[in-house]
């Protein structure tokens, strides 16, 4: 079993920063990808940005040049730094720990999700 905590969140002003982190602890599988997913009220949960064990990044499109996500395998750390803030970004952002096993199955974890809003 993996836990995710998350901090970071809250309410910024347009234009404004926020960095995200999320911390795994418990039965953690070296080979693996954390990443940040966010759902806004009334719309499909959707993928923010990626990252590998070996630091490979994939961001959305709707994000990219505007957020950084970065680890520390070390301490199980997953950040995201979100910078040039929308009104549209505002949601629930979710850390996401994917583990890749040698069978080829994948297992995930869910953060619990914290909020991040972005007046205008």
């Known amino acids: 079993q993996v836990q995710l905590v998350e901090s970071g969140g809250g309410l910024v002003q347009a234009g404004g920063s926020l960095r995200l982190s999320c911390a795994a602890s418990?039965?953690?599988?070296?080979?693996?990808?954390m990443g940040w997913y966010r759902q806004a009220p009334g719309k499909q949960r959707e993928l923010v940005a990626t990252?590998?064990?070996?630091?490979?990044?994939n961001y959305a499109d709707s994000v990219k040049d505007r957020f950084t996500i970065s680890r520390d395998s070390a301490k199980n750390t997953v950040y995201l730094q979100m910078n040039s803030l929308k009104p549209e970004d505002t949601a629930v952002y979710y850390c996401?720990?994917?583990?890749?096993?040698?069978?080829?199955?994948?297992?995930?974890?869910w953060g619990q999700g914290t909020q991040v809003t972005v007046s205008s």
């Open positions: 990252i590998t064990t070996g630091g490979s990044p």
């Open positions: 418990g039965s953690i599988f070296s080979i693996n990808t």
């Open positions: 996401k720990f994917t583990s890749h096993t040698r069978y080829g199955y994948d297992y995930a974890y």
